[in-house]
């Protein structure tokens, strides 16, 4: 069984050959450089990994074109920061190839604590409780480990190509019908410098793309939105 791993990557030279390397076997990297200065693209390519270039900045839009480029039938979704181990993959693939869930997410448990800076915490904490209310479900981190079908993925018709993007899934996800699982993942610090959750700017900035997507949804939670053909 072939899983196709899709990792959206901005500079991230430095992690990509420990987190390529320690990918499973019959686990295929796609890495989707989103205009990486730093040679990560070559640096993947020379590790085995399927290279993507998506020119839109953004995760959204990183992993949709890792998406579109994924060929197996379970496709899951890494961070190339090396803040979350690809050994834990086949432990959330696992009820994904079971049949046991269709979208199941990992939530990060930071080893040490120092891992996840406290802001970022805090925003995921506020956050979660948010999504409970809205979904029932009982999560506690909107993780960006994740394992799913591709054609459900796809089916959903996501549109956000910024930070958004992890939440719409989810809601969109509940809003579909998918059953959802959260599985504990060791979170550890990531390799270089952070671009989001590690800066309070782009904190901020994720919070606001999410808080947009919790209004969209509210506001019209019964329409189906299609996805764009690129």
């Known amino acids: 069984m072939t899983v196709d791993v899709v990792l959206p990557c901005l500079d991230e030279a430095a992690a990509l ?7 499973p076997e019959g686990y295929r990297a796609i890495v989707v450089d989103n205009g990486s200065t730093d040679g990560s693209a070559a640096v993947a390519a020379a590790h085995g990994a399927v290279v993507v270039h998506e020119a839109r900045r953004g995760f ?6 890792g998406l579109l480029a994924a060929e197996a039938d379970v496709v899951a979704i890494l961070d190339a920061d090396g803040s979350l181990d690809p050994r834990d993959l086949p432990r959330l693939a696992g009820p994904v190839l079971a049949d046991e869930a269709d979208l199941v ?3 990060r448990r930071p080893v040490p604590r120092s891992a996840w800076p406290f802001h970022a915490r805090v925003a995921n904490r506020v956050l979660a409780r948010t999504i409970r209310r809205a979904t029932g479900l009982p999560l506690h981190d909107l993780g960006p480990m994740r394992v799913a ?25 509940v809003q579909a019908g998918l ?3 959260e599985l504990d993942v060791p979170y550890r610090p990531r390799i270089g410098r952070s ?6 700017r782009g904190t901020l900035t994720a919070v606001a793309d999410m808080r947009r ?4 949804r509210r506001a019209d939670p019964a329409v189906r ?6």
Do not use: F
């Open 225 to 230: 939105r299609k996805a764009p053909n690129s």
């Open 17 to 23: 050959p420990g987190v390529l390397g320690a990918l």
């Open 60 to 65: 959204g839009a990183a992993v949709h074109a």
């Open 213 to 216: 997507i919790l209004r969209e």
């Open 195 to 200: 671009k989001v959750t590690g800066t309070v």
């Open 149 to 173: 079908r591709r054609s459900r993925l796809l089916d959903l018709g996501l549109l956000d190509r910024r930070s958004g993007y992890p939440l719409e899934m989810l809601l969109a996800a």
């Open 179 to 181: 059953r959802v699982r």
């Open 105 to 107: 997410l990992g939530r």
